[in-house]
């Protein structure tokens, strides 16, 4: 059994030897353009809610959802702090 056991050893410790070390990345200094095709080849190409023509208005809004006949959704988004006495 101590023989198997030095055997072993021996070939995993020779094996750690033999690998190569893991290659080294290049670091290249990364320019605007570089960077913005990066972030632009991340992005989901097609995303339904980017098609969307956001109002601002809500009565423009409530109109062309009558005329096209489609539910109407309202964000409302208040930036006020929690103890703001006005809300």
């Known amino acids: 059994m101590r ?3 030095v055997v072993v050893c021996s070939v995993l410790f020779a094996n750690i030897g033999w690998a190569e070390p893991p290659p080294v990345a290049e670091t290249k200094p990364a320019t605007a353009e570089a ?3 990066e972030i632009e080849a991340l992005k989901a190409a097609k995303v339904a809610w980017r098609g969307i023509a956001w109002k601002s208005c809500l009565l423009e ?5 009558r005329a096209k006949n ?3 959704l309202l964000w409302i988004f208040i930036d006020r702090p929690i103890d703001d006495a006005r809300c």
Request: hydrophobic fraction near 35%.
């Open 61 to 65: 809004g409530l109109k062309e959802s």
């Open 35 to 37: 960077l913005k095709a």
């Open 3 to 5: 023989k198997l056991t």
């Open 70 to 72: 489609k539910p109407a």
